[in-house]
Nanobody, 119 residues
Framework: QVQLVESGGGLVQAGGSLRLSCAAS????????MGWYRQAPGRQRELVAR???????VYADSGKGRFTISRDKAKNTVSLQMNSLQPEDTAVYYC?????????????WGQGTQVTVSS
């Protein structure tokens, strides 16, 4: 059983910054990929950024140059630094982590944290 808890969301003006954090706990200690996804009203959930256990990061085009993902494998945390936020970044942001088992891949999702960017 794995639990992911996000924090750091809130209201910010356009051009501002937020730092989201996600803490994982449970029986899994070594995750493969951890990442951030977001979902705006009426939209499908989409990738924001993800980072592998080896430290390789992938960003969606929407966040390139503005967002930075990082993780602390010892603490099982992943963070997303978001700079130059724009109204189109408004969404619920979800933390995700996956891992491998004998029976195949598994993943877990956090409850989400609201990010609202005003103009």
């Amino acid at each position: 059983q794995v639990q992911l808890v996000e924090s750091g969301g809130g209201l910010v003006q356009a051009g501002g910054s937020l730092r989201l954090s996600c803490a994982a706990s449970g029986r899994i200690f070594n995750f493969n990929t951890m990442g951030w996804y977001r979902q705006a009203p009426g939209r499908q959930r989409e990738l924001v950024a993800r980072i592998t256990s080896g430290g390789t990061s992938v960003y969606a085009d929407s966040g390139k140059g503005r967002f930075t993902i990082s993780r602390d494998k010892a603490k099982n945390t992943v963070s997303l630094q978001m700079n130059s936020l724009q109204p189109e970044d408004t969404a619920v942001y979800y933390c995700n982590a996956d891992w491998s088992t004998t029976w195949g891949p598994r993943d877990s999702w956090g409850q989400g944290t609201q990010v609202t960017v005003s103009s």
